[in-house]
């Protein structure tokens, strides 16, 4: 827009829509040029296991852990033993295949298990209900923002509290506590109590006693 003189006014918030960061390339538009990175046999696993999950998995009664681990390793978990695995009928997983539980592993209600990448849980990791787990990103540097993904690993016997976020690549060390909300986006080491947005150890954890 210009005035009577003939020169640019800025906006009124003060600054030329010139000078945007946008303005340096066009992006393109949502879609554009973007090609999927999954293979025609992955896409029909995705939705063969996106039938199953909402309906005999989510359907399941709630004590039938086995089950559920059963029809995960039917589409490519690792599990070892299925009666060792505790996996709660509310749990969403996006690709069977990249999950790995080990015995007495526990995946509580309302968990997301987004594993683009390997999620892998140790020997006695428990997820509290409705944590997410994500191990996929995008790459903001670049237009067309591609997809990145990176494994997370939960040692054997960390505990998230309800609500926890992990970002992807992250790896929590053994017998680690992570407070309730949480957002955990770098590793954390071994035996700590954690909290915060972003989580940081703040104290040893005492090592547990017997009952």
Not at 52 to 80: N, Y
Not at 120 to 146: E, F, K
């Amino acid at each position: 827009m210009k005035n009577g003189l003939g020169t640019r006014e800025l906006s009124h918030e003060g600054a030329d829509s010139s000078n945007s960061l946008l303005m340096a390339d066009e992006p393109p538009y949502l879609g554009q040029n973007c090609v999927t990175p999954y293979r025609g046999y992955d896409i029909i696993r995705r939705v063969a296991w996106h039938g199953v999950q909402s309906t005999v998995f989510r359907w399941s009664p709630r004590g039938w852990h086995a089950f559920r681990a059963w029809l995960l390793r039917l589409f490519g978990a690792k599990i070892e033993h299925l009666g060792r695995v505790v996996i709660f009928p509310t749990v969403q997983v996006a690709l069977p295949w990249n999950l790995q539980m080990e015995d007495r592993a526990m995946i509580g209600p309302g968990v997301r298990v987004y594993n683009l990448a390997i999620i892998s849980l140790g020997r006695g990791a428990n997820v509290s209900q409705h944590c997410h787990l994500c191990a996929g990103t995008h790459d903001y540097t670049v237009w067309s923002m591609p997809l990145v993904a990176k494994p997370i690993r939960l040692d054997p016997n960390c505990w998230l509290g309800t609500e926890v976020f992990v970002g992807p690549g992250v790896t929590i060390g053994e017998l680690s506590v992570v407070g309730a909300r949480s957002v955990v986006v770098r590793d954390l080491p071994p035996g700590k109590i954690c909290v915060g947005h972003p989580c940081r150890p703040v104290k040893d954890r005492v090592p547990p006693r017997k009952a």
